[in-house]
């Protein structure tokens, strides 16, 4: 595994969560964050990798590494010159001075909260994000992402407009946040404490809403290049790998090509 030396003046700040926080430096056209408390820089590059052996195109690319001697990962920036990331969060905070997160507590149904999010952006950026909270909320759901959360929904603003980011951000995702899924619980008490963002505590009742899944996956590509690729790796990876399995099969009917 590469490991990168990046010097103080590219640190960049801590970046906070819902669920942790983690350092971040970004020099010459690459982020790199290093782990909180857990394998996160692995569930980024896995996740990624899950993505290469689909249909989706628009994703960014993680590679595990170290970081000044501590696990994490890098990856490119996804804006070009003059480009800027507004998430969901900032759009709504821009235009009403409110929280998102407070304004769709106000709704009894997570399909309400979804509809009005999707009618809130359509307003004010000419964005229909249907089919990029599709694909987001059922990878979610895949990969077991506990924080996906209105700072990681995205748009990329540029002179001529707006424009969906790519999908990024799956640090959360397979129970790597130790402090919260710590190695010593059972899986099945993994599963009974995770709670799902940000329109439902159900990751299938909030994708589901958004009709049938738009990501389609090699199956065969994925034993190959996500297994084996774990399976490469010097500390032990078989829990892992067998989680990925458990959800593939889970979900085959929802994303097999």
Same mark, same amino acid.
């Given at each position: 595994? $590469? ?25 010459n056209?690459f ?77 009894? *149904? ?11 952006? $359509? ?64 899986l099945?008490? $993994? ?8 329109? *439902? ?21 994925v ?11 010097e ?23």
């Amino acid at each position: 595994m $590469k490991n990168y030396a990046i010097d103080n003046e590219f640190f960049v700040g801590s970046q906070y969560g819902s669920l942790g926080m983690t350092n971040k430096y970004y020099k010459n056209g690459f982020w790199y964050k290093q782990n909180y408390n857990g394998t996160e820089g692995r569930s980024e590059a896995v996740c990624s990798r899950i993505l290469s052996c689909s249909n989706v195109s628009e994703f960014v690319a993680y590679e595990e590494c170290l970081i000044n001697d501590m696990p994490g990962c890098r990856s490119r920036s996804f804006t070009e010159e003059g480009e800027t990331v507004v998430t969901f969060h900032r759009l709504y905070k821009m235009v009403t001075g409110g929280e998102l997160k407070n304004r769709i507590s106000a709704f009894d *149904s997570p399909k309400e909260r979804i509809e009005f999010v999707l009618g809130f952006v $359509k307003k004010y950026t000419g964005v229909d994000c249907r089919s990029y909270l599709n694909k987001m909320l059922y990878f979610d759901m895949l990969t077991l992402d506990v924080d996906r959360h209105f700072h990681n929904l995205s748009l990329i603003q540029t002179a001529d407009g707006f424009r969906e980011a790519p999908m990024f951000d799956f640090g959360a995702s397979f129970f790597s946040l130790k402090h919260v899924f710590p190695d010593a619980m059972p899986l099945e008490e $993994k599963f009974r404490k995770m709670t799902p963002q940000p329109f *439902s505590r159900n990751f299938q009742e909030q994708a589901r809403l958004l009709g049938e899944c738009e990501i389609k996956i090699d199956y065969g590509k994925v034993q190959a290049f996500v297994l084996d690729y774990l399976r490469e790796q010097e500390d032990e990876s078989e829990g892992l790998c067998e989680l990925i399995v458990s959800q593939m099969e889970r979900y085959r009917a929802d994303f097999a090509m």
